[in-house]
């Protein structure tokens, strides 16, 4: 998903009250082109593998009342209808990828993200993180995503960003959230305004340049 022009612009998703989040939980995969034929399809494999062990997500009482939306392109007929059956509702991703000013606006009628990470990724403990989810954390809506080592550089603890292993762990996350969202709005704006700040970013990638 293009998610690069809002991610440089990310304060510009700070003006919405967190009161005002909208009830929806958005669920979020990268979306990948691969050059080589087998190997997309190896990958999209493993997506849909990670993407399919969270569909009864919507049964547990803690997110049964939640309106859970996934924002991908599922081709596999049989995991889709897994999703359609508990109660998810899809979005098309590129309908929000074309112009930054829709997908600003998707994220700030947001009540919240979650997302799983590719198995390679947790497997070796990468470090990945989305930047679609620094992109809801600027905006001040908490992030749910799976822990890829991540935590060992800045945090993922019990207030905005939340870090997950298990699907038990997502439905106690959206619990936790929703005893105090106000709380968790804004220590995941400060979260961004830590980390993902412009400023302090590009003055890090820059020293690292020697520029």
Same mark, same amino acid.
């Given at each position: 998903?293009?998610?690069?022009?809002?991610?440089?612009?990310?304060?510009?998703?700070?003006?919405?009250?967190?009161?005002?989040?909208?009830?929806?939980?958005?669920?979020?995969?990268?979306?990948?082109?691969?050059? &080589?034929?087998?190997?997309?399809?190896?990958?999209?494999?493993?997506?849909?593998?990670?993407?399919?062990?969270?569909?009864?997500?919507?049964?547990?009482?803690? +997110?049964?009342?939640? +309106?859970?939306?996934?924002?991908?392109?599922?081709?596999?007929?049989? +995991?889709?209808?897994?999703?359609?059956?508990?109660?998810?509702?899809? /979005?098309?991703?590129?309908?929000?990828?074309?112009?930054?000013?829709?997908?600003?606006?998707?994220?700030?009628?947001?009540?919240?993200?979650?997302?799983?990470?590719?198995?390679?990724?947790?497997?070796?403990?990468?470090?990945?993180?989305?930047? *679609?989810?620094?992109?809801?954390?600027?905006?001040?809506?908490?992030?749910? &995503?799976?822990?890829?080592?991540?935590?060992?550089?800045?945090?993922?603890? *019990?207030?905005?960003?939340?870090?997950?292993?298990?699907?038990?762990? &997502?439905?106690?996350?959206?619990?936790?959230?929703?005893?105090?969202?106000? *709380?968790?709005?804004?220590?995941?704006?400060?979260?961004?305004?830590?980390?993902?700040?412009?400023?302090?970013?590009?003055?890090?990638?820059?020293? /690292?340049?020697? &520029?």
């Amino acid at each position: 998903m293009a998610a690069d022009a809002p991610a440089r612009r990310h304060r510009s998703v700070e003006d919405q009250s967190p009161s005002r989040a909208r009830g929806r939980f958005h669920f979020r995969r990268q979306l990948v082109h691969e050059r &080589i034929e087998r190997h997309r399809m190896a990958r999209r494999k493993i997506s849909l593998e990670q993407i399919a062990r969270v569909h009864s997500l919507r049964r547990r009482a803690e +997110t049964r009342r939640e +309106t859970l939306e996934l924002a991908t392109d599922i081709k596999d007929d049989k +995991t889709r209808e897994k999703f359609v059956r508990n109660g998810w509702r899809f /979005r098309a991703p590129h309908d929000l990828s074309a112009d930054y000013r829709l997908y600003r606006d998707y994220i700030r009628r947001s009540k919240g993200e979650f997302t799983v990470a590719k198995d390679q990724y947790i497997r070796l403990n990468t470090g990945w993180f989305s930047d *679609r989810s620094g992109c809801y954390l600027a905006a001040g809506r908490p992030v749910i &995503i799976q822990d890829t080592g991540f935590t060992q550089h800045f945090g993922g603890g *019990r207030h905005g960003l939340i870090a997950f292993q298990s699907l038990g762990e &997502i439905a106690e996350a959206v619990k936790e959230i929703n005893a105090d969202y106000t *709380r968790h709005s804004l220590a995941a704006r400060e979260i961004a305004r830590q980390f993902f700040e412009a400023e302090k970013v590009l003055r890090v990638l820059l020293e /690292r340049a020697n &520029i």
